[in-house]
């Protein structure tokens, strides 16, 4: 008999069904590859045939072990009660934080980017003081920038300040 | 022996220069600095610190790196101690008892026997590892491909079902490691897998990214969606760090049996600190004559986990280094360090780059020794970095981490893939899967394809040479008994349960 699946099995029923699925297409993937002719007595479709395989019976596992009722413990290691259902607005936030850093970069530069993110992230952990966190946000970016450009010869894209923080 | 004695000494000649005893300095406070801030493991504080080291010449970036290794876990005991947040698998026992210690005001002597601990232990460990290390790479030369290939497979197994609660999790979080590994071109053919036309995909995904995002970023997301953030409370430390005649004759056996715990098990790949730690307390427990102290904050709780801790960081870097294998995710950082500088752990190492190898271990007694005398005297300044607010201590996380995605290779495309890994670095924790065998599955798929391809290519494409020879033979009925073992004792459990 089937235990009736709780709100936290069903989530765990499709990360678990998601895995099935992404052996399957990694193995339709694959299948697709070019090989070029005659380059080894080992096939390179192999391993990951083998791999797509393993994942998919993993997948498979992992269905059973939740419709046997045996759901996940979280790590108890971390703060936070982890039986409440998942905040989505503040992982919004801060998904959206990293998405803005990762397209402004190149675009506006390192020290615009940064600054928005670390923003971003301070905001989205619940912080409201928006004056106070945009000065420490531009303090970090500008430090963290400096630190690596002039310090450590690493270069970091400079954006609107070419020119005139000089190369 | 004499030989390794001599490279060792060799190996201190190189490390003292004064450049590369700055360079150790300098990462013994940068990976205390980073290890003691609240959710930065070991492993994510060297990912994080990496770019730092590109500028810099392989031989003193490696010596800054052992610093930083041995730093991120003195670190990682302050903040477990005085904050009750342990952040990594190796310092939830600590926290058991120090923060115990700590609320009845002892926190003084929890922290100076987990210093004074780490430092006899790392001393003892990595004196063992000089010695055993160039042994088993010499040993090493001699394994065939199919033997290797044996290696990998029962680390796979042994990190994929011994970590965490579940074994089906540990193996899930493996086969996706697995799965990223995958990405790029096949190394013989240069055939392309799962890069859907990107051509930045080609060379495959950077492990640091990795790394770095799914402890990061995934870390950061599944905080934000918890949501109720409570401000954590930091213990007050009172007086000095130092222990009393007392607590150092209840501290030393423990250090000792911690280190003969912690070493070997990080030799063999048993997936980490977890287990050795775990194992410390228990022994502790039943040795002690104040039983009733443990759960309460008793010392030997302390003492004989942080030893057993750093035995084993100890330990993990011997198959690192002589085998080229990682079997934790901090050593898995490690080995992406070396190969950074285009360095291949392995049996050749001790041959090809002595002077390097050697002045890593020289550095590592060095920066242990530099982290006793850093630590105690530092400790009021290490503790003020614990009162950083939580949503500013993030926002540097995140962005830091971000940036290490990026610096490696200048290019967006690590930000995006970092991006997608912290995601699932967020799924993994929402749904209990450990982490570390996802790691060791991107650092060792690879690895496990080329000697699977080696070993049929010497076989004419004969599938029997997996198991010929006594090699693999071993390894293979050590990871059945790995396997079945654990089944059978369980069963053993529950009829005994039944019976009653």
Not at chain 2, 13 to 30: D, E, H, I, W
Not at chain 2, 105 to 126: D, E, K, M, Q
Not at chain 2, 180 to 207: H, K, M, Y
Not at chain 2, 249 to 277: K, Y
Request: aromatic share 10%; net charge positive.
């Amino acid at each position: 008999m089937i235990p009736k699946i709780s709100k936290q099995g069903k989530g765990e029923l499709a990360f678990a069904s998601s895995l099935f699925l992404l052996g399957i297409f990694v193995a339709w993937d694959v299948s697709k590859m070019e090989i070029p002719q005659g380059s080894s007595i080992v096939s390179p479709q192999t391993f990951p045939y083998m791999v797509a395989l393993f994942t998919s019976l993993v997948g498979i596992a992992l269905v059973f072990e939740v419709l046997r009722g045996r759901y996940a413990t979280p790590d108890g290691d971390e703060p936070g009660d982890p039986f409440l259902p998942a905040n989505f607005k503040t992982m919004a936030i801060l998904a959206a934080a990293i998405g803005l850093h990762v397209i402004l970069l190149e675009i506006a530069g390192y020290v615009v980017a940064a600054t928005l993110c670390f923003w971003g992230v301070a905001f989205a952990f619940g912080s409201r003081k928006y004056l106070k966190d945009l000065g420490i946000s531009l303090a970090f970016a500008g430090i963290v920038y400096f630190s690596f450009t002039k310090g450590l010869n690493i270069n970091l894209p400079s954006g609107f300040f070419e020119g005139m923080l000089g190369k | 022996m004499g030989n390794s004695f001599a490279m060792l000494m060799d190996g201190f000649q190189t490390a003292f220069t004064p450049t590369n005893l700055m360079f150790g300095l300098l990462g013994t406070f940068l990976g205390t600095l980073v290890g003691v801030l609240p959710g930065i493991g070991p492993a994510l504080a060297i990912g994080l610190l990496l770019p730092i080291t590109l500028t810099v010449n392989p031989t003193s970036a490696l010596i800054m790196f052992a610093a930083i290794y041995y730093g991120a876990m003195y670190g990682g005991s302050t903040t477990s101690i005085l904050l009750n947040t342990p952040g990594e698998s190796g310092s939830v026992i600590t926290a058991l008892e120090g923060n115990k210690m700590a609320k009845a005001g002892r926190a003084g002597a929890a922290l100076a026997t987990a210093a004074i601990g780490s430092f006899v232990a790392g001393t003892i460990a990595t004196l063992f590892l000089a010695f055993g290390a160039p042994t088993l790479a010499e040993f090493a030369l001699t394994i065939q491909p199919a033997g290797y290939l044996s290696l990998i497979i029962l680390a796979f197994a042994t990190v994929g079902t011994l970590l965490g609660s579940s074994r089906i999790r540990g193996l899930v979080a493996l086969s996706v490691g697995l799965v990223i590994g995958l990405v790029g071109a096949d190394l013989q053919s240069g055939a392309l897998r799962l890069t859907f036309g990107n051509l930045n995909a080609i060379d495959g995904i950077e492990t640091v990214t990795v790394i770095v995002a799914i402890f990061a970023l995934g870390e950061a997301l599944y905080l934000a969606s918890r949501h109720s953030l409570v401000p954590v409370e930091v213990l007050a430390m009172k007086g000095k760090a130092w222990m009393t005649k007392e607590d150092f004759r209840r501290s030393w056996r423990p250090w000792l049996r911690g280190t003969a715990i912690g070493f070997p098990l990080g030799v063999i790949p048993a997936g980490g600190s977890e287990v050795p730690t775990f194992l410390s307390y228990g022994v502790e427990k039943a040795l002690s004559k104040n039983k009733d102290e443990f759960g309460k904050g008793a010392i030997e709780g302390v003492a004989g986990p942080e030893a057993a801790n750093n035995a084993n960081a100890a330990g993990v870097l011997v198959p690192m280094l002589a085998l080229g294998l990682p079997t934790s995710a901090t050593a898995a950082v490690v080995l992406v360090a070396f190969q950074s500088f285009n360095i291949q752990p392995g049996p050749m190492l001790f041959q090809t780059s002595p002077e390097i190898v050697w002045g890593l271990i020289a550095s590592l007694f060095i920066g242990n020794a530099l982290l006793l005398v850093l630590n105690l005297p530092l400790i009021r300044f290490w503790v003020l970095l614990l009162k950083i607010p939580t949503h500013y201590l993030y926002a540097g996380i995140t962005t830091f981490a971000l940036l290490g995605a990026y610096a490696l290779n200048n290019s967006t495309f690590d930000l995006q893939v970092a991006l997608a890994v912290g995601f699932i670095g967020y799924l993994f924790r929402r749904f209990g899967v450990p982490i570390t065998p996802l790691i060791i599955g991107v650092i060792l798929g690879p690895l496990a394809e080329l000697y699977f391809k080696r070993a049929l290519q010497i076989s004419q494409g004969d599938w029997q040479i997996l198991i010929d020879g006594s090699f693999p033979k071993v390894i293979y009925s050590i990871l059945i008994l790995v396997i079945i073992g654990p089944l059978v004792w369980n069963f053993k459990k529950k009829f005994a349960v039944n019976k009653k």
